[in-house]
């Protein structure tokens, strides 16, 4: 059956490699095309800027708008970026035609030549590479992982749940306390997820508490999947958090440290991202959960003060901030981001270590999954 | 088998955290001891200062003096201290009696409480705890991973090996390109190596290479075990390359960038560090190699000049820094530094993606090995 299965994949992502290749051949095509008509070459390209950001009320996510920018060939501001661009899409051809991954970095190696005839590099620093690989995502209507373009793995996951990768079967029930390294592209072609018994999913900020959790075997007591990022989630875990919601219809529940950075991961779990707003559809699961450390948990843990840390200038800018944005201005959320600044104080989800050690799994979260308590 | 390896392994556990639990209670007795006697309870504590580190020529290893430090209750200056020492050798016992590990910022919280009839503090910050367990590591003899304290995970590894992990058995041959992910904590007790038949460990630097190397099966051709800790190896990763080492016989190659900070990487792997030269012993890889990137290796491999990157101030000083230790005296690395040195780049591995996308995979690493082109 894995057989099969592989087998259907593997159709699938050469047929996915195809239509990708296709778009970016296209690219290409464009200044061909423009040529023989003499004509100006030009793509057009949505803006991504904050201007060309909405949230829409509705659908819980943050989305990009309809502004869309010309970038034309025989404009001298745009003569080089235009080449740069076309460069870009060419290496991302070669990409899906080897059915290779890479990162930003090598694409930005793997185009920069010095132009003949001249000493000017195609080139001069990856920050002139990567702004056009999002050009590209956004003008083709590809994500990222679609024009193989991965970062590192920075995720961990374990419990009932069965992934097959490279046609082995991983099964993450069984890989101790280490855990399965979550790749960061986890699009169906890549990996599959096989078997999922789970009831739902712990998306934990910080590794030190997914250590905890996983150590105590809490997702076997709780049958839950335990996934971290180790930070702020990357995109190949937030992909997967994301595939297990909408396939197996799993709950998402997301434990942050109590503070403005810990409500803003939570939000982009959530609504998706201002700067990658182009990949809210397929990146946000707007039915998250937050979990907690809530700025009520303190007290109604008992946690002592001189645990909590004073926020700062920059804590207390950011959290006025976040009462600004649109998808923070439910009733509950302003409350409790107003408790975070009446109280003065922020907390890390190390400080329940106070109590005890295994407070995290032994009393905290089984008392908020009882009472139900979080918030929306 | 894994059944019983499981059980006699638990028994070692058990055994060993009785033997680590009697060592720190031992540290609270000094005082009863002392108290009885009405003597001054007094610590012997190794110094860590650079001034006690040496480096050992002939194991090639950089080792802790015989320096040692009183630390006295009844001294003005340092009872604060002394009670601090006793309270976190009192919470680190407590993880041996519980079996549980937990982190340095944990402990700095199970700590932290704020002395009875005033209103000091007996901890303030992370920064008083950490350099205690760091004395209690030195003056028991106990690696930090023996006393329960782990970091996150944060290494990644596939290859032809089996851990048994929490009774587990994990096949680091079939868990598809993500492979699993290592622990923070690798001894005995908590990971056992059920099999290895790999040829070799490639202990590879940055993340990028590392996916690389696994999406081509890179192992497989080689017969090798794929290592990385995304940077600066963690402690977890070290001990593993050194217990593969170690235990199976295998040569340990190092692939990192071409710039100071992937010398002194490769340094660290091999002889241990000066920060933590009291863990040489359990940590360093004598004879681990330099496999790359070499400052010879552009020429050698045709890289343009223009995908260098020209060294900076602090480059220069690092590299100059380096030629001056003890355990970079050898002609040839003498020769690699001044080399880099007078050609004034630095280069990435992510540069040979220039040559094209699988480079790493199908030229430079296999002319490498065949050639044996690497530096001790």
């Excluded at 699938?12 to 008509?37: F, P, S, W, Y």
């Amino acid at each position: 059956m894995v057989k099969g299965q592989e087998k259907k994949m593997a159709r699938k992502k050469a047929k996915n490699n195809g239509a990708v290749e296709k778009k970016l051949v296209g690219v290409a095509d464009i200044v061909i095309t423009a040529a023989e008509r003499s004509k100006d070459p030009t793509l057009s390209i949505p803006v991504r800027s904050l201007a060309n950001v909405t949230f829409d009320e509705k659908r819980g996510m943050i989305e990009l708008g309809r502004r869309k920018q010309a970038r034309s060939f025989f404009n001298v501001g745009m003569a080089k970026k235009f080449m740069q661009t076309v460069l870009v899409a060419d290496a991302l051809a070669e990409l899906q035609r080897a059915d290779l991954t890479t990162s930003l970095r090598e694409i930005y190696y793997r185009t920069k030549h010095t132009i003949k005839n001249s000493h000017e590099n195609t080139f001069d620093g990856q920050n002139e590479s990567d702004p056009l690989i999002e050009d590209l995502e956004v003008t083709l209507a590809a994500l990222r992982e679609e024009l193989h373009v991965r970062a590192e793995n920075s995720g961990t996951v374990v419990g009932p749940v069965v992934f097959t990768d490279d046609g082995d079967r991983v099964d993450c029930t069984r890989l101790g306390k280490g855990g399965y390294s979550v790749p960061s592209i986890v699009e169906p072609e890549y990996i599959q997820i096989t078997r999922c018994t789970a009831d739902f999913v712990l998306l934990v900020e910080k590794g030190t508490q997914w250590n905890r959790l996983s150590e105590d075997k809490f997702w076997r007591r709780y049958n839950c999947i335990l996934l971290t990022g180790n930070g702020q989630p990357p995109r190949g875990v937030r992909r997967l958090a994301r595939r297990l919601h909408e396939d197996y219809n799993l709950p998402v529940y997301v434990l942050v440290d109590n503070d403005p950075w810990g409500y803003y991961i939570y939000s982009v779990v959530k609504q998706g991202s201002i700067n990658l707003a182009f990949e809210s559809q397929r990146m946000a699961i707007p039915k998250a959960k937050f979990i907690g450390f809530s700025s009520a948990d303190p007290d109604r843990y008992g946690l002592p003060r001189n645990v909590g840390i004073k926020l700062n200038d920059k804590d207390v800018n950011r959290a006025k901030e976040l009462l600004k944005y649109r998808w923070f201005q439910k009733k509950e959320w302003q409350e409790e981001i107003k408790r975070m600044l009446s109280i003065g104080l922020k907390y890390e989800l190390d400080a329940l270590a106070n109590k005890n050690f295994q407070y995290l799994t032994k009393t905290y979260l089984p008392r908020k999954l009882k009472e139900k308590d979080w918030l929306d």
